[in-house]
Protein backbone atom coordinates (compact mmCIF):
# COMPACT_ATOMS: atom_id res chain seq x y z
CA UNK A 1 0.00 0.00 0.00
CA UNK A 2 1.29 3.65 -1.07
CA UNK A 3 2.39 5.78 2.10
CA UNK A 4 -0.07 8.33 0.38
CA UNK A 5 -2.80 5.70 0.87
CA UNK A 6 -1.88 4.90 4.66
CA UNK A 7 -1.00 9.02 5.59
CA UNK A 8 -5.38 9.42 4.19
CA UNK A 9 -6.21 6.34 6.74
CA UNK A 10 -4.22 7.45 9.28
CA UNK A 11 -5.91 10.87 8.93
CA UNK A 12 -9.55 9.45 8.45
CA UNK A 13 -8.75 7.08 11.87
CA UNK A 14 -7.75 10.55 13.64
CA UNK A 15 -10.83 12.59 12.65
CA UNK A 16 -12.54 9.05 13.93
CA UNK A 17 -10.42 8.91 17.41
CA UNK A 18 -11.07 12.58 18.20
CA UNK A 19 -14.74 12.26 17.50
CA UNK A 20 -15.41 9.19 19.44
CA UNK A 21 -14.72 10.88 22.67
CA UNK A 22 -16.58 14.33 21.61
CA UNK A 23 -19.86 12.12 20.30
CA UNK A 24 -19.45 10.04 24.02
CA UNK A 25 -19.17 13.47 26.40
CA UNK A 26 -20.78 15.94 24.06
CA UNK A 27 -23.19 14.95 21.97
CA UNK A 28 -23.42 12.39 19.41
CA UNK A 29 -24.28 15.24 16.42
CA UNK A 30 -21.37 16.74 17.46
CA UNK A 31 -19.06 13.63 17.28
CA UNK A 32 -19.78 13.09 13.55
CA UNK A 33 -19.49 17.09 12.89
CA UNK A 34 -15.75 17.03 13.96
CA UNK A 35 -15.84 13.00 11.71
CA UNK A 36 -17.16 14.56 8.82
CA UNK A 37 -15.47 18.10 9.49
CA UNK A 38 -11.84 16.20 9.29
CA UNK A 39 -12.92 13.68 6.21
CA UNK A 40 -14.22 17.14 4.70
CA UNK A 41 -10.83 19.20 5.21
CA UNK A 42 -8.97 16.23 3.62
CA UNK A 43 -11.26 16.19 0.69
CA UNK A 44 -11.23 20.05 0.02
CA UNK A 45 -7.18 19.36 0.59
CA UNK A 46 -6.94 16.71 -1.88
CA UNK A 47 -9.63 18.39 -4.22
CA UNK A 48 -7.50 21.84 -4.51
CA UNK A 49 -4.56 19.51 -5.26
CA UNK A 50 -6.84 17.39 -8.11
CA UNK A 51 -7.91 20.63 -9.65
CA UNK A 52 -4.15 21.75 -9.90
CA UNK A 53 -3.01 18.86 -11.27
CA UNK A 54 -6.30 18.76 -13.87
CA UNK A 55 -5.17 22.29 -14.96
CA UNK A 56 -1.80 21.62 -15.45
CA UNK A 57 -2.56 18.62 -17.29
CA UNK A 58 -3.98 20.43 -20.47
CA UNK A 59 -0.66 22.55 -20.30
CA UNK A 60 2.20 21.04 -19.12
CA UNK A 61 4.60 24.09 -18.19
CA UNK A 62 7.93 22.35 -17.23
CA UNK A 63 9.56 25.76 -16.72
CA UNK A 64 7.14 27.10 -14.07
CA UNK A 65 7.13 23.69 -12.28
CA UNK A 66 4.44 22.03 -10.70
CA UNK A 67 4.14 22.51 -6.60
CA UNK A 68 1.37 20.03 -4.73
CA UNK A 69 1.16 20.14 -0.36
CA UNK A 70 1.59 17.30 1.46
CA UNK A 71 1.02 14.12 -0.14
CA UNK A 72 0.85 15.19 -3.49
CA UNK A 73 4.05 17.31 -3.39
CA UNK A 74 5.65 13.93 -4.20
CA UNK A 75 3.13 12.71 -7.46
CA UNK A 76 3.89 16.22 -8.72
CA UNK A 77 7.42 16.23 -8.51
CA UNK A 78 7.93 12.88 -10.12
CA UNK A 79 4.91 13.76 -12.77
CA UNK A 80 6.97 17.26 -13.47
CA UNK A 81 9.89 15.61 -14.03
CA UNK A 82 8.37 12.88 -15.91
CA UNK A 83 6.95 15.17 -18.48
CA UNK A 84 10.44 17.59 -18.64
CA UNK A 85 12.57 14.19 -19.64
CA UNK A 86 10.50 12.69 -21.96
CA UNK A 87 10.49 16.66 -23.33
CA UNK A 88 14.10 16.84 -23.87
CA UNK A 89 13.77 13.59 -25.64
CA UNK A 90 11.00 14.81 -28.30
CA UNK A 91 13.78 18.13 -28.71
CA UNK A 92 16.11 15.95 -29.11
CA UNK A 93 14.37 13.44 -31.49
CA UNK A 94 13.00 16.01 -33.23
CA UNK A 95 16.78 17.87 -33.39
CA UNK A 96 17.94 14.55 -34.84
CA UNK A 97 14.90 14.07 -37.50
CA UNK A 98 15.87 18.11 -38.37
CA UNK A 99 19.47 17.06 -39.14
CA UNK A 100 18.81 13.79 -40.70
CA UNK A 101 16.47 15.76 -43.47
CA UNK A 102 18.94 18.48 -43.57
CA UNK A 103 21.32 15.80 -44.27
CA UNK A 104 18.95 13.67 -47.23
CA UNK A 105 17.98 17.28 -48.14
CA UNK A 106 22.07 18.17 -48.91
CA UNK A 107 22.54 14.66 -51.08
CA UNK A 108 23.30 15.44 -54.59
CA UNK A 109 21.50 12.35 -55.38
CA UNK A 110 17.76 11.80 -55.67
CA UNK A 111 16.12 10.15 -52.97
CA UNK A 112 12.60 9.21 -52.32
CA UNK A 113 10.76 7.24 -49.53
CA UNK A 114 7.88 4.78 -50.30
CA UNK A 115 5.52 3.18 -48.17
CA UNK A 116 3.99 -0.66 -48.69
CA UNK A 117 1.46 1.00 -51.01
CA UNK A 118 4.45 2.60 -53.58
CA UNK A 119 2.96 6.17 -52.17
CA UNK A 120 5.50 8.97 -51.92
CA UNK A 121 6.17 9.49 -48.18
CA UNK A 122 8.87 12.13 -48.57
CA UNK A 123 11.49 13.21 -50.97
CA UNK A 124 14.35 15.72 -51.20
CA UNK A 125 14.94 18.72 -53.34
CA UNK A 126 16.84 16.44 -55.71
CA UNK A 127 14.41 14.02 -56.49
CA UNK A 128 11.82 16.27 -57.08
CA UNK A 129 13.40 18.45 -59.54
CA UNK A 130 14.95 15.01 -61.23
CA UNK A 131 11.25 13.16 -61.40
CA UNK A 132 9.44 16.84 -61.49
CA UNK A 133 7.77 16.16 -58.13
CA UNK A 134 6.67 18.74 -55.39
CA UNK A 135 7.05 17.20 -51.92
CA UNK A 136 4.16 20.02 -50.66
CA UNK A 137 1.75 18.24 -53.38
CA UNK A 138 2.57 14.78 -53.87
CA UNK A 139 2.92 13.21 -50.48
CA UNK A 140 0.27 10.49 -50.31
CA UNK A 141 0.10 9.81 -54.15
CA UNK A 142 1.25 6.80 -55.97
CA UNK A 143 4.40 7.40 -57.55
CA UNK A 144 3.34 5.29 -60.49
CA UNK A 145 1.24 8.60 -60.81
CA UNK A 146 3.77 10.40 -61.32
CA UNK A 147 6.74 9.13 -63.11
CA UNK A 148 4.65 6.74 -65.63
CA UNK A 149 7.46 5.30 -67.75
CA UNK A 150 6.98 2.13 -68.33
CA UNK A 151 10.06 0.99 -68.11
CA UNK A 152 10.45 2.48 -64.50
CA UNK A 153 6.57 0.82 -63.84
CA UNK A 154 7.52 -2.52 -65.13
CA UNK A 155 10.87 -2.09 -62.56
CA UNK A 156 9.10 -0.85 -59.84
CA UNK A 157 6.11 -3.31 -60.14
CA UNK A 158 8.49 -6.43 -60.98
CA UNK A 159 10.27 -6.60 -57.72
CA UNK A 160 13.91 -7.67 -59.56
CA UNK A 161 15.76 -4.73 -57.83
CA UNK A 162 19.46 -6.11 -58.15
CA UNK A 163 20.55 -3.81 -60.93
CA UNK A 164 19.60 -0.19 -61.20
CA UNK A 165 17.23 1.01 -63.80
CA UNK A 166 18.58 3.66 -66.71
CA UNK A 167 15.51 5.99 -67.22
CA UNK A 168 15.74 8.45 -70.32
CA UNK A 169 13.73 11.44 -69.45
CA UNK A 170 10.60 12.05 -71.68
CA UNK A 171 10.22 15.43 -70.00
CA UNK A 172 11.86 17.44 -73.27
CA UNK A 173 14.91 17.01 -71.75
CA UNK A 174 18.09 14.67 -72.75
CA UNK A 175 18.73 13.58 -69.10
CA UNK A 176 19.48 10.29 -68.35
CA UNK A 177 18.64 8.82 -64.68
CA UNK A 178 20.26 6.13 -62.92
CA UNK A 179 17.13 4.27 -60.56
CA UNK A 180 18.27 1.75 -58.07
CA UNK A 181 15.39 1.00 -55.66
CA UNK A 182 16.10 -0.33 -52.50
CA UNK A 183 13.84 -2.64 -49.92
CA UNK A 184 13.45 -1.06 -46.40
CA UNK A 185 11.34 -1.56 -43.08
CA UNK A 186 9.61 -4.62 -44.72
CA UNK A 187 7.73 -3.85 -47.71
CA UNK A 188 8.78 -0.45 -47.94
CA UNK A 189 10.73 0.85 -50.67
CA UNK A 190 14.04 3.55 -50.63
CA UNK A 191 13.94 5.22 -54.37
CA UNK A 192 17.70 6.41 -54.97
CA UNK A 193 18.22 7.64 -57.97
CA UNK A 194 21.74 9.18 -59.44
CA UNK A 195 22.21 11.92 -62.89
CA UNK A 196 24.14 9.80 -65.44
CA UNK A 197 23.59 12.32 -68.11
CA UNK A 198 27.68 13.21 -68.66
CA UNK A 199 28.56 9.33 -68.13
CA UNK A 200 26.18 8.03 -70.58
CA UNK A 201 27.31 10.84 -72.88
CA UNK A 202 31.06 9.50 -72.13
CA UNK A 203 30.11 6.23 -72.90
CA UNK A 204 28.26 7.17 -76.36
CA UNK A 205 31.22 9.20 -77.43
CA UNK A 206 33.50 6.31 -76.48
CA UNK A 207 31.50 4.04 -78.51
CA UNK A 208 31.55 6.07 -81.28
CA UNK A 209 34.65 7.23 -81.28
CA UNK A 210 35.60 3.43 -81.66
CA UNK A 211 33.56 3.08 -84.36
CA UNK A 212 34.93 5.91 -86.34
CA UNK A 213 38.67 4.80 -85.66
CA UNK A 214 37.92 1.24 -87.13
CA UNK A 215 36.01 3.13 -90.08
CA UNK A 216 39.01 5.56 -90.65
CA UNK A 217 41.54 2.62 -90.62
CA UNK A 218 39.42 0.19 -92.51
CA UNK A 219 38.69 2.14 -95.97
CA UNK A 220 42.90 2.41 -96.56
CA UNK A 221 43.45 -0.93 -95.25
CA UNK A 222 40.60 -2.49 -97.59
CA UNK A 223 42.25 -0.45 -100.67
CA UNK A 224 45.66 -1.62 -99.35
CA UNK A 225 44.87 -5.13 -99.51
CA UNK A 226 42.82 -4.97 -102.36
CA UNK A 227 46.22 -3.61 -104.25
CA UNK A 228 48.48 -6.01 -102.51
CA UNK A 229 46.19 -8.74 -103.60
CA UNK A 230 46.29 -7.48 -107.78
CA UNK A 231 50.05 -7.24 -107.39
CA UNK A 232 50.40 -10.83 -105.99
CA UNK A 233 48.15 -12.37 -108.51
CA UNK A 234 48.74 -10.51 -111.44
CA UNK A 235 51.70 -10.31 -113.34
CA UNK A 236 51.34 -6.18 -114.11
CA UNK A 237 54.23 -4.64 -116.20
CA UNK A 238 56.68 -1.67 -114.24
CA UNK A 239 54.77 1.03 -114.91
CA UNK A 240 51.90 -0.14 -113.51
CA UNK A 241 53.42 -1.82 -110.36
CA UNK A 242 54.73 1.14 -109.97
CA UNK A 243 51.28 2.83 -109.82
CA UNK A 244 49.80 0.72 -107.60
CA UNK A 245 53.02 0.88 -105.30
CA UNK A 246 52.68 4.48 -105.56
CA UNK A 247 48.53 4.27 -104.49
CA UNK A 248 49.51 1.33 -101.66
CA UNK A 249 52.47 4.47 -100.05
CA UNK A 250 49.58 6.66 -100.52
CA UNK A 251 47.35 4.62 -98.16
CA UNK A 252 49.64 3.72 -95.70
CA UNK A 253 50.56 6.93 -95.10
CA UNK A 254 46.88 8.27 -94.41
CA UNK A 255 46.98 5.62 -91.82
CA UNK A 256 50.36 6.78 -90.59
CA UNK A 257 48.44 10.55 -90.19
CA UNK A 258 45.20 8.94 -88.38
CA UNK A 259 47.63 7.00 -85.88
CA UNK A 260 49.82 10.68 -85.44
CA UNK A 261 46.85 12.76 -84.98
CA UNK A 262 45.22 9.79 -82.22
CA UNK A 263 48.37 9.51 -80.63
CA UNK A 264 49.05 13.39 -80.38
CA UNK A 265 45.02 13.94 -78.97
CA UNK A 266 46.06 10.97 -76.39
CA UNK A 267 48.97 12.50 -75.42
CA UNK A 268 47.20 16.06 -75.16
CA UNK A 269 44.57 14.46 -73.10
CA UNK A 270 47.13 12.83 -70.67
CA UNK A 271 49.67 15.31 -70.21
CA UNK A 272 49.94 17.54 -66.96
CA UNK A 273 48.61 21.04 -67.55
CA UNK A 274 51.38 23.12 -69.56
CA UNK A 275 53.74 24.90 -68.60
CA UNK A 276 54.43 28.29 -68.69
CA UNK A 277 57.29 28.98 -70.07
CA UNK A 278 57.53 31.95 -72.79
CA UNK A 279 56.88 31.61 -76.44
CA UNK A 280 58.35 33.48 -78.52
CA UNK A 281 55.59 34.66 -81.28
CA UNK A 282 57.71 36.45 -83.64
CA UNK A 283 59.68 33.36 -84.38
CA UNK A 284 56.55 30.96 -84.20
CA UNK A 285 54.61 33.29 -86.75
CA UNK A 286 57.71 33.25 -88.86
CA UNK A 287 57.83 29.79 -88.74
CA UNK A 288 54.43 29.53 -89.58
CA UNK A 289 53.89 31.19 -92.48
CA UNK A 290 57.07 28.89 -93.96
CA UNK A 291 55.14 25.96 -93.57
CA UNK A 292 52.05 27.35 -95.15
CA UNK A 293 54.45 28.61 -97.98
CA UNK A 294 55.65 25.12 -98.28
CA UNK A 295 52.38 23.16 -98.16
CA UNK A 296 50.75 25.98 -100.73
CA UNK A 297 53.77 25.18 -102.75
CA UNK A 298 53.34 28.78 -104.33
CA UNK A 299 49.25 28.45 -105.21
CA UNK A 300 48.57 30.81 -102.09
CA UNK A 301 49.64 34.23 -101.31
CA UNK A 302 50.54 33.63 -97.08
CA UNK A 303 50.47 36.97 -95.05
CA UNK A 304 51.86 37.03 -91.50
CA UNK A 305 50.81 40.35 -89.48
CA UNK A 306 52.30 40.71 -85.60
CA UNK A 307 51.69 44.02 -83.74
CA UNK A 308 54.93 42.60 -81.82
CA UNK A 309 53.19 43.79 -78.45
CA UNK A 310 53.35 40.48 -76.59
CA UNK A 311 55.10 36.57 -76.65
CA UNK A 312 52.76 33.59 -75.37
CA UNK A 313 52.94 31.51 -72.38
CA UNK A 314 52.80 28.05 -72.60
CA UNK A 315 53.79 24.57 -73.91
CA UNK A 316 55.57 25.35 -77.48
CA UNK A 317 55.08 21.97 -79.20
CA UNK A 318 51.32 21.98 -78.31
CA UNK A 319 51.05 25.54 -80.06
CA UNK A 320 53.28 24.67 -82.67
CA UNK A 321 50.72 21.88 -83.57
CA UNK A 322 47.27 23.55 -82.53
CA UNK A 323 48.50 26.68 -84.56
CA UNK A 324 50.32 24.97 -87.61
CA UNK A 325 46.97 22.85 -88.16
CA UNK A 326 44.95 25.73 -88.08
CA UNK A 327 47.32 27.18 -90.86
CA UNK A 328 47.58 23.77 -92.88
CA UNK A 329 43.58 23.43 -93.16
CA UNK A 330 43.50 27.17 -94.77
CA UNK A 331 46.06 26.14 -97.39
CA UNK A 332 44.03 23.00 -97.83
CA UNK A 333 40.52 24.32 -98.00
CA UNK A 334 41.74 27.57 -100.00
CA UNK A 335 41.65 27.20 -104.10
CA UNK A 336 44.55 28.18 -105.99
CA UNK A 337 45.17 32.06 -106.38
CA UNK A 338 43.09 32.47 -102.64
CA UNK A 339 45.11 34.17 -99.76
CA UNK A 340 45.75 33.35 -96.19
CA UNK A 341 46.23 35.65 -93.26
CA UNK A 342 48.29 35.13 -89.75
CA UNK A 343 47.33 37.29 -87.42
CA UNK A 344 49.11 37.71 -83.94
CA UNK A 345 47.58 40.99 -82.09
CA UNK A 346 47.05 41.73 -78.22
CA UNK A 347 43.74 42.57 -77.04
CA UNK A 348 42.20 44.57 -74.16
CA UNK A 349 41.55 40.55 -72.50
CA UNK A 350 44.61 39.45 -73.77
CA UNK A 351 45.74 37.92 -77.33
CA UNK A 352 44.56 36.73 -80.40
CA UNK A 353 46.21 34.36 -82.65
CA UNK A 354 43.48 34.43 -85.85
CA UNK A 355 44.12 32.19 -89.43
CA UNK A 356 41.42 33.68 -92.35
CA UNK A 357 41.44 32.82 -95.49
CA UNK A 358 39.53 33.03 -98.80
CA UNK A 359 38.82 29.76 -99.14
CA UNK A 360 35.39 27.70 -100.05
CA UNK A 361 33.87 28.80 -96.40
CA UNK A 362 31.45 26.23 -93.99
CA UNK A 363 27.99 26.52 -94.02
CA UNK A 364 26.63 27.93 -90.37
CA UNK A 365 24.89 24.76 -89.51
CA UNK A 366 28.20 22.70 -89.52
CA UNK A 367 30.20 25.38 -87.60
CA UNK A 368 29.20 24.17 -84.00
CA UNK A 369 30.17 20.21 -84.97
CA UNK A 370 33.67 21.17 -86.64
CA UNK A 371 35.61 20.71 -83.18
CA UNK A 372 33.95 16.51 -82.95
CA UNK A 373 36.54 14.07 -83.88
CA UNK A 374 36.29 13.04 -87.50
CA UNK A 375 33.88 15.12 -88.41
CA UNK A 376 33.87 16.77 -91.86
CA UNK A 377 32.07 18.85 -93.92
CA UNK A 378 33.03 16.75 -97.11
CA UNK A 379 34.40 13.37 -96.36
CA UNK A 380 36.10 13.21 -99.86
CA UNK A 381 37.13 16.69 -100.18
CA UNK A 382 39.27 15.88 -96.74
CA UNK A 383 40.55 12.78 -97.60
CA UNK A 384 41.48 14.15 -100.82
CA UNK A 385 43.31 16.73 -99.03
CA UNK A 386 44.95 14.91 -96.38
CA UNK A 387 43.19 14.83 -93.82
CA UNK A 388 42.12 12.97 -91.10
CA UNK A 389 39.06 14.69 -89.33
CA UNK A 390 41.04 14.84 -85.99
CA UNK A 391 42.58 18.18 -86.75
CA UNK A 392 40.64 20.60 -85.31
CA UNK A 393 39.56 18.21 -82.22
CA UNK A 394 43.48 18.76 -81.02
CA UNK A 395 43.10 22.56 -82.26
CA UNK A 396 40.34 22.92 -79.16
CA UNK A 397 41.82 20.47 -76.89
CA UNK A 398 45.64 22.15 -76.75
CA UNK A 399 43.78 25.50 -76.54
CA UNK A 400 41.25 24.66 -73.52
CA UNK A 401 44.22 23.76 -72.16
CA UNK A 402 45.65 27.53 -72.03
CA UNK A 403 42.57 28.66 -70.87
CA UNK A 404 41.52 30.24 -74.77
CA UNK A 405 38.57 30.06 -76.57
CA UNK A 406 38.31 29.12 -80.65
CA UNK A 407 36.05 31.17 -82.12
CA UNK A 408 35.28 30.16 -86.37
CA UNK A 409 33.24 32.49 -88.24
CA UNK A 410 32.88 31.59 -92.19
CA UNK A 411 30.46 31.88 -95.03
CA UNK A 412 30.42 29.69 -97.92
CA UNK A 413 32.34 31.14 -100.86
CA UNK A 414 33.93 33.67 -99.32
CA UNK A 415 36.32 32.31 -96.25
CA UNK A 416 37.22 31.39 -92.81
CA UNK A 417 38.43 32.55 -90.01
CA UNK A 418 39.58 30.69 -86.90
CA UNK A 419 40.39 32.70 -83.92
CA UNK A 420 42.08 31.55 -80.83
CA UNK A 421 41.66 34.25 -77.73
CA UNK A 422 44.18 33.87 -75.24
CA UNK A 423 42.82 35.13 -71.67
CA UNK A 424 45.77 38.20 -70.28
CA UNK A 425 47.23 35.50 -67.88
CA UNK A 426 48.91 33.51 -70.86
CA UNK A 427 50.22 37.45 -71.94
CA UNK A 428 53.87 37.73 -71.57
CA UNK A 429 54.66 41.42 -72.23
CA UNK A 430 57.01 42.46 -74.38
P1 LIG B 1 40.38 17.55 -91.64
O1 LIG B 1 41.54 16.70 -91.35
O2 LIG B 1 39.28 16.85 -92.34
O3 LIG B 1 40.73 18.85 -92.23
P2 LIG B 1 39.74 19.08 -89.27
O4 LIG B 1 39.31 18.66 -87.95
O5 LIG B 1 41.01 19.86 -89.39
O6 LIG B 1 39.74 17.80 -90.20
O7 LIG B 1 38.58 19.96 -89.88
C1 LIG B 1 37.27 19.47 -89.86
C2 LIG B 1 36.51 19.96 -91.07
O8 LIG B 1 36.34 21.36 -90.98
C3 LIG B 1 37.21 19.73 -92.36
O9 LIG B 1 36.93 18.45 -92.88
C4 LIG B 1 36.64 20.82 -93.24
O10 LIG B 1 35.41 20.38 -93.79
C5 LIG B 1 36.35 21.93 -92.28
N1 LIG B 1 37.40 22.97 -92.29
C6 LIG B 1 38.42 23.13 -91.42
N2 LIG B 1 39.13 24.23 -91.70
C7 LIG B 1 38.56 24.81 -92.77
C8 LIG B 1 38.82 25.98 -93.56
N3 LIG B 1 39.84 26.81 -93.28
N4 LIG B 1 38.00 26.24 -94.59
C9 LIG B 1 36.96 25.46 -94.87
N5 LIG B 1 36.65 24.32 -94.19
C10 LIG B 1 37.43 24.00 -93.15
Known amino acids: MSSQLIRALLLALLSMVIALPVGHFIAHWAGWLVFCGGLGLQMAFHFRNFARLDRWSYQPIVD ?13 GRLYRHEKELRSQIAERDDQIVRLFAALQALTDGVVALDFNQQIVYCNTTAEEQLGLAL ?35 RGSDRVLSIHIVPYAGNRRLMQIKDVTQTDRL ?66 ESAPPPCTDVVDMSNLIDKLRRDGEALSGGRHRILAE ?24 AVRYTPAGGTVRIEWKRTPQGAE ?25 DRGRSRDAGGTGLGLAIVKHSLNRHQAQLEIKSA ?11 PGSRVASL
Not at 241 to 265: C, G, N, P
Not at 353 to 374: C, M, N, Q, S, Y
Request: contains cysteine; charged residues 25%.
Open 64 to 76: AGLEGEGAWDGIF
Open 136 to 170: STDVGQPIVNLVRQPEFVAYLTGGDFERPLTLRSD
Open 203 to 268: DQMRRDFVANVSHELRTPLTVLAGFLETLQEIDLDKADQQRYLDLMAEQSKRMESIVQDLLTLSSI
Open 306 to 329: NDGMCDLRGSEPELVSAFGNLVAN
Open 353 to 377: FAVEDTGIGIDAKHIPRLTERFYRV
Open 412 to 422: PGVGSRFAARF
